[in-house]
């Protein structure tokens, strides 16, 4: 089994509507992050978690909300989904003092339309 | 704050040709550096990393050394694969991974 899963993989929605997008882990990772990956723009951070109590913004969170349910589970969601928001998700977990290597679930393909 | 950037791709080499991709860095301090590569329609992979200067990372034929006085971490790999087509993203890591764009690798037979 995966170490870090991602449901749904695949998702098509409309613009208005709320999406969520979630992710849980296997690996005992306290950290867990999100990411969108864009053609041409690398990965950017979203949302980023370094414990069930602690939630930090990224560097494009508007539009976004997320939840740390579990040690296990982090959920992103889309409250108003909109055109620019289709993109490809990814959650990534590390552990505490391994120089942030990261690791990475699949990937969730949203489509707004 | 933190920045990287990669050359732009694609990068078409043929088979067991010598791979360069460049990836320099703005930072302060001395992050962790790193390359993942990902596969077609999968998510991104370690390869290599490098914790602090002059460190060289490696993996599967792939090297990388960390070059402060240069500010950059090149990718390189002697003989190239099929099997290396991927596209390959330069990182840096503080609290999170800031990441370059990536560069689409096409290895022909």
């Known amino acids: 089994d995966a170490d870090v899963t991602q449901t749904p993989r695949n998702r098509i929605t409309k613009t208005g509507k709320r999406i969520m997008l979630e992710c849980s882990q296997t690996?005992?990772?306290?950290?867990m992050y999100w990411y969108r990956q864009d053609p041409g723009l690398g990965l950017r951070l979203i949302y980023y978690?370094?414990?069930?109590?602690?939630?930090n913004k990224g560097e494009i969170s508007d539009g976004y909300s997320v939840s740390r349910q579990a040690q296990a589970k982090f959920s992103l969601s889309l409250e108003s989904a909109i055109p620019n928001q289709t993109a490809l998700y990814f959650c990534?977990?590390?552990?505490?003092?391994?120089?942030?290597?990261?690791?990475f679930g699949p990937g969730t393909r949203l489509t707004v339309l | 704050g933190d920045s990287v950037t990669q050359m732009e791709g694609p990068v078409t080499l043929s088979e067991e040709a010598f791979l360069t991709i460049n990836c320099t860095y703005t930072a302060t301090g001395y992050p962790s550096l790193f390359w993942y590569v990902q596969y077609p329609g999968e998510g991104l992979q370690l390869l290599l990393k490098?914790?602090?200067?002059?460190d060289k990372g490696s993996n599967k034929g792939f090297e990388a050394t960390y070059r402060k006085e240069t500010t950059s971490f090149h990718l390189e790999k002697g003989s190239v694969q099929v099997s290396d087509s991927a596209v390959y993203f330069c990182a840096l890591g503080r609290r999170a991974l800031t990441f370059g764009s990536g560069t689409r690798l096409q290895v022909q037979p």
């Open positions: 978690s370094f414990d069930v109590k602690d939630i």
């Open positions: 690996k005992g990772h306290d950290r």
């Open positions: 490098a914790t602090k200067a002059d």
């Open positions: 990534a977990t590390s552990d505490f003092g391994d120089y942030n290597e990261q690791f």
